[in-house]
């Protein structure tokens, strides 16, 4: 069996992170705003209605994301 070095330090690396957020835009490129609870925005792929609420993995909308109440807790 070969090592990969390589691959090992990639498999160490953080993947990227799923976001929740509202889209506040449809833009006509097929891409929407999506605001995200702290105040950011990331605009991603996907077609959705301003209003849905979604999850957002690098730069595509994954799908709706249930309605939920937000809450921060500062520790």
């Known amino acids: 069996m070969e ?4 691959r090992e330090l ?4 953080p993947g990227d992170p799923l976001l929740s957020g509202e889209v506040t835009v449809q833009h006509a490129d097929g ?3 999506v605001e995200l609870p702290g ?3 990331v605009r991603a792929r ?3 209605a ?3 609420r979604v999850f957002v993995r690098a ?5 709706l994301a249930p309605d939920l109440p937000f809450a921060e ?3």
């Open 31 to 33: 891409t929407v705003t």
């Open 39 to 41: 105040g950011g925005e």
């Open 10 to 13: 990639l498999n160490l690396l």
């Open 46 to 48: 996907g077609v959705f």
């Open 3 to 6: 090592l990969n070095l390589y």
């Open 50 to 52: 301003a209003g849905d």
């Open 59 to 63: 730069g595509v909308v994954e799908g």
């Open 73 to 75: 807790i500062e520790i």
